[in-house]
C-alpha cells in the first residue's frame, strides 16, 4: 500500500492517526506520506485537499525537475534527494513531491530515500517547532534533502582529488579519461538536482511574511539557504575542475602521441641510416667485385695464349715462326689493353 503514515496533529502532538484520507484533515495540521501511489490514491488525495490538477499530474508521473509552484493557497515542491550508492559507485537520485497547505502536508516519494518515517519521528520530538504548521513541516523536509547532499559532495570531492592525483602524476590511462566522463556526467545530474533550491528556498522566504510564516521557520529556511548555496557552489567548482581535468588529460594524451611518433621518427631515421649505410657497403663491395673481375678478366686473356701456345703439340701454327714470340707477346698485350679500354669505358676500373 502507497499510504506510509497518515497523522494529525493538535499543537505539534499526534492526536490520530487515520486509516483513511477522510479523516486527514482534523487537528491542526494534518502529514500524509506516500511512496510510489497508484492513480486512485493520489485521486483520493487531490479530492480530499483540493489539489491542483497539473500537480497532481506531475506527481503521477515523476521524473519532474526540482521546483516550486503555487496553486492559489497550496504550494508544490518537487525535490530530487541524491545519495552515494557505494556498490555501483554512482549517484543516485530519488524525487519527493510536497503539497503544502495551510493545514496539511502531502509528501509523495517515488524512491526509498531519504526515509521521511525518521525525519517525522525528530520532527515530532521537536512539538513546539512541529506546532508552527505546515510550513515547518516543508522547512525540516527541505532541511532534510539538503543535509543529504554533504555526503554526496564529499564523496565526489574525494573522486576527483583522486583524479587530480592520476593526472598530476602524468597518467594517461585510457580508464581515466573514462572515469572523467562518467564523474562529470553525475555531477551535471547533481547539478540538476540542487541548482533550483536556493531559489526554491528564496521564494519561500520571499512569501514569508505575506503568509505569516513564523520566525522560527524563516530562520531554519535561511538556514538551509545558507547550506544549498554552499552545495551549489561546490557543485559548480567540480564541473569546471573535471571540464578543466578532461582538457589536461586530453592535452597529456595528445603529448603521449607525440612523443610516441617522436620516437617511431627517430627509429624510422636510425633505420634508414642504417640502411643507407648498408647500401653504400654493398655499392662499395659491388665496384670492389667489379675491379677485381675486370683485372682477372684483363690478366686471364694473355694466360690463355700462353697456355695455348704452352701445350708442345709439333704441329702447332707459327710454333717455328722466327717472329711468333714477339707477335705473341704483342697479341697479349693488345688483348689486355683492349679489355682495360672497355673495362674503363664502363667505369669498371
Keep these: 500500500m502507497a499510504l506510509i503514515d497518515n497523522a494529525v496533529y493538535v499543537e505539534g502532538r499526534r492526536v490520530e492517526s487515520p486509516s483513511t484520507l477522510s479523516l486527514a484533515t482534523r487537528g491542526d495540521l494534518a502529514w500524509i506520506g506516500l511512496l510510489r501511489p497508484d492513480d486512485a490514491e493520489l485521486e483520493a488525495v487531490a479530492t480530499e485537499f483540493d489539489l491542483h490538477e497539473n500537480a497532481v499530474e506531475d506527481a503521477r508521473k515523476g521524473h519532474q525537475r526540482a521546483k516550486l509552484e503555487r496553486y492559489g493557497d497550496t504550494l508544490f515542491l518537487v525535490l530530487r534527494p541524491a545519495w552515494f550508492d557505494a556498490r555501483a559507485e554512482t549517484v543516485e537520485f530519488g524525487e519527493v513531491h510536497l503539497f503544502v497547505g495551510d493545514r496539511f502536508v502531502v509528501s509523495v516519494r517515488h524512491a526509498e530515500r531519504p526515509d521521511l518515517a525518521a525525519l517525522r519521528a525528530?520532527?515530532?520530538?521537536?512539538p513546539?517547532?512541529?506546532?508552527?504548521g505546515s510550513e515547518a513541516v516543508t522547512a525540516a523536509v527541505l532541511d532534510e534533502v539538503v543535509d543529504g547532499y554533504a555526503p554526496v559532495v564529499e564523496i565526489l570531492q574525494d573522486h576527483i582529488d583522486a583524479?587530480?592525483?592520476?593526472l598530476f602524476a602524468g597518467q594517461v590511462d585510457p580508464g581515466v579519461s573514462k572515469r572523467i566522463y562518467q564523474l562529470l556526467s553525475e555531477v551535471l545530474a547533481f547539478q540538476r538536482?540542487?541548482?533550483p533550491v536556493p531559489a526554491m528556498v528564496k521564494g519561500l522566504l520571499r512569501g514569508a511574511d505575506k503568509y505569516g510564516v513564523d520566525d522560527e521557520v524563516q530562520h531554519r529556511l535561511r538556514n538551509v539557504l545558507d547550506h544549498a548555496l554552499r552545495v551549489t557552489e561546490r557543485v559548480d567548482s567540480f564541473r569546471a575542475l573535471l571540464e578543466n581535468a578532461l582538457t589536461l588529460h586530453a592535452t597529456l594524451v595528445s603529448q603521449e602521441q607525440n612523443e610516441a611518433m617522436r620516437r617511431m621518427t627517430s627509429a624510422s631515421l636510425a633505420q634508414g641510416e642504417e640502411?643507407?649505410?648498408l647500401a653504400r657497403a654493398a655499392h662499395r663491395q659491388g665496384e670492389e667485385v667489379k675491379k677485381i673481375s675486370s683485372w682477372a678478366a684483363i690478366l686471364f686473356a694473355p694466360g690463355l695464349i700462353a697456355g695455348v701456345y704452352g701445350m708442345n703439340f709439333d704441329h702447332m701454327p707459327e710454333l717455328h715462326w722466327r717472329y711468333g714470340y714477339p707477335v705473341a707477346i704483342l697479341g697479349m698485350l693488345a688483348l689486355m689493353g683492349v679489355l682495360w679500354a672497355i673495362f674503363r669505358k664502363r667505369n669498371w676500373l
Design 128 to 132: 513546539e517547532f512541529l506546532a508552527r
Design 275 to 277: 640502411s643507407r649505410q
Design 122 to 126: 525528530r520532527v515530532e520530538g521537536d
Design 163 to 166: 583524479i587530480e592525483d592520476q
Design 193 to 195: 538536482a540542487t541548482k
